[in-house]
Each structure stands twice: as C-alpha cells, then as structure tokens.
C-alpha cells in the first residue's frame, strides 16, 4: 500500500476500481479531473463534492489531457503514465499503452511529475455544489447527444446523421481529392497553432490562404480553393488584405481546442459582421463558414454554393433559408448529434486512410462528400 498519491487524468467514470481508490481517499494529495467535452461522469464528481484534494481542471484554450498515476512508498517512487484514463474503457476494456516508472522518490522524474499534478491542482477548481449543478447541465446535453436520439434531427434529414464512423469514413474517403483536402486542413492548423496563434500575426499570403482567396503569386503547394473559394467576393479578399485584424478579432472568438457552444458562435459573428461596416456587400454563410472550418474542421464545414444543395437535403433544411444566424441550429446542431461526429478517434495504430486526421477534421470534410462544380 502507497503512503501518497498523485493522479491527474482528462476523464473518470465509476468504474471497478473507484471503491478502492475512495476506500484510500486518505492517502491522496491531489487529484485532478478534466471535465472537456462533458465525458467525465457527474457521479464521480459527486463523490469528491467539496473534498479539499480533488478539482476539475478546464480551460477554453486546450484540452486537458493527461493520465498520470503517481504513488510514494517510503523512499520509492512509481508512476503510470500513458493513454488510460480513469474510466472502464481506460483500465480495462480499451487497448491502451502506459509506461511503468520505478525509482528513488526524490529523482527528477517522480518530482517532475509531482509538481506538473500540484500546478495542475494549483490552476483548479474546487468541486462545489454550483459547479456540479453546471456540469450536470452540459453532461446531460451531452447523453442527448450521444444517443442521437431522431426527435434532435430535423424531419427532413437523411441516414448522413446515422452512419456509423467506418461508413462515415467509405463515403468521405472516396472523394478524388481526399488527401488534397487533408494536407490542406493540416497546414491551416499548423498556422493557427504557432507560438501566437492569432489570426492577426499571420502573413498576408497565409490571411489569403485561410480566408480562401489566394493570389497566383502566392506561391503554395496546396491549392487553398479547396473548401470554398471565396476569390469572387471583392469586399472579403479587400478586408483580409487591409484590415485583417477585424476578422481577427473575429477567429479568437472560437476557442483553438476543446467544446465549441453557441456562445463562441454568436460572438464570432458579431464580430465577423462588424468587419463589414460600411460595406456595400456584407459577409454570409459562405465566408464566415470557411473561416471557421479552416480554424476547427471538427465542428464546421464551409457552406457554399457546391455544395449547399446537397448538404441541406441531407441535414433537412431548404438550402436558401440558411443564414449566419441559423447556421448553427441547422448546420452544426445535428451534425453534433450525428453518429460518426461522437465516434471515438480512431489510433494511429489502427489508422487507415490517415483516419485520427480525417477525425480531427470530419466536418469539414463533409464538402468532399457535397461538393458539385459548377456547371
């Protein structure tokens, strides 16, 4: 039996080994929990309401994901560190990979680890009963979600919402230009994921890129028309080009990680419009969707006249109804209640057709499955 421990995981559910883990709550010092994505079971929480060494950790710009297990014996140090998480799957249903650490207590590692699960702790929130009155709100939305129930699908629409991620991953793999688009949603986000990712500090040929109106001269490998060109909209290219940091201020308004809700949208949006003040023509669907498809692929897809048609049949909605302040409701809203959108990522072990990128980008993606050039 350990004298101290330390845990920091992304999520934890009641599972075998919770009784033996609130059986020695005594020898715990701190315990850390991520609540992103609403994964994290409220039971679990409940258990530790008000306790002085546990709290969740969550913050807007990343996703809190580690696992680390770390105990003292005496003088002895031992740690897990690895892909499982404090849940059923984690400990024992899921193929996971851990690392098994033993050593002197006071090395460097072990003390390493101790201190990266206290600051984690330190930058916490205390499990109170307002925070789980919160959570619970957000976690039952979630198992609406989850279950896809069809009441949350809108009548019209069609099986896209009900595939299942491997028939997800048929129809979107069979688009001509699949890896084109893959390698493109990769480069935006190595773009956003700079040490300042901010909109505004790109290069004038990278505001072009993402905004999808780039210049011959910009010389790229990656044909940035993808996903909606936006090279016919005269008033976008001139404020990407002159005043790029209203549309800036517009992007930051979408968390780089972690949930996206409706709050993030309709600030985006407002900010978005504000851009075009004073401007005779004013930014839509098309332009403001492809910037946010090219900032988080996983929750939006770039609406645009290739593709408009088929995705509204699909997502039953009538294609010239759609607005930016529907966009949402008819577009967003019941792709998050798809099958495939709350599937598990796929391993890298088990990879095929560069799935774990395609999962990371899945929405946006569905303009491959859409798209119909122009006649």
Not at 53 to 73: C, D, G, M, S, W
Not at 85 to 110: C, D, M, P, R, Y
Not at 186 to 195: G, I, L, N, T, V
Request: net charge positive; aromatic share 12%; charged share 25%.
């Amino acid at each position: 039996m350990c004298d101290a421990a330390w845990f920091a995981v992304a999520w934890a559910k009641s599972n075998p080994a919770n009784p033996t883990l609130l059986k020695n709550r005594r020898r715990i010092k701190h315990l850390v929990v991520g609540i992103d994505f609403a994964y994290t079971d409220p039971q679990f929480l409940e258990e530790w309401q008000d306790s002085d060494v546990a709290r969740v950790y969550f913050t807007e710009n990343f996703t809190f994901h580690p696992k680390i297990y770390l105990f003292r014996k005496g003088d002895i140090g031992i740690a897990l560190v690895g892909s499982s998480n404090f849940t059923q799957g984690g400990l024992a249903k899921n193929e996971e990979a851990n690392v098994k650490l033993l050593g002197g207590w006071h090395s460097e590692i072990f003390q390493s680890l101790k201190a990266r699960c206290e600051g984690w702790w330190e930058s916490g929130q205390r499990i109170t009963a307002e925070l789980l009155a919160d959570y619970k709100v957000d976690w039952e939305i979630r198992q609406q979600l989850l279950h896809a129930l069809k009441p949350q699908f809108p009548p019209g629409a069609t099986e896209l919402l009900s595939l299942s991620w491997e028939d997800f991953v048929e129809n979107i793999a069979n688009d001509s230009l699949y890896a084109a688009r893959l390698d493109l949603l990769k480069s935006a986000e190595s773009m956003f994921c700079r040490d300042e990712p901010n909109f505004k500090y790109l290069l004038p040929a990278e505001h072009r890129a993402i905004a999808g109106v780039p210049r011959a001269s910009d010389k790229s490998d990656i044909d940035w028309k993808l996903f909606g060109s936006m090279t016919g909209f005269g008033t976008f290219y001139n404020i990407i080009n002159s005043k790029p940091a209203s549309i800036a201020k517009a992007l930051k308004c979408i968390p780089l990680a972690g949930p996206i809700h409706h709050g993030h949208y309709e600030k985006f949006c407002e900010k978005f419009q504000r851009a075009f003040e004073g401007k005779k023509r004013v930014g839509g669907v098309p332009s403001a969707s492809r910037l946010l498809a090219m900032k988080r692929p996983d929750y939006f897809v770039c609406v645009n006249r290739e593709n408009s048609r088929g995705l509204a049949a699909d997502l039953g909605y009538a294609a010239s109804s759609l607005t930016l302040a529907n966009y949402w409701e008819r577009v967003v809203q019941p792709i998050l209640g798809s099958r495939w959108w709350n599937s598990t990522r796929p391993s890298h072990r088990i990879s095929r057709r560069r799935e774990p990128e395609l999962w990371d980008s899945r929405v946006a993606m569905l303009d491959g499955l859409y798209y119909r050039p122009p006649q």
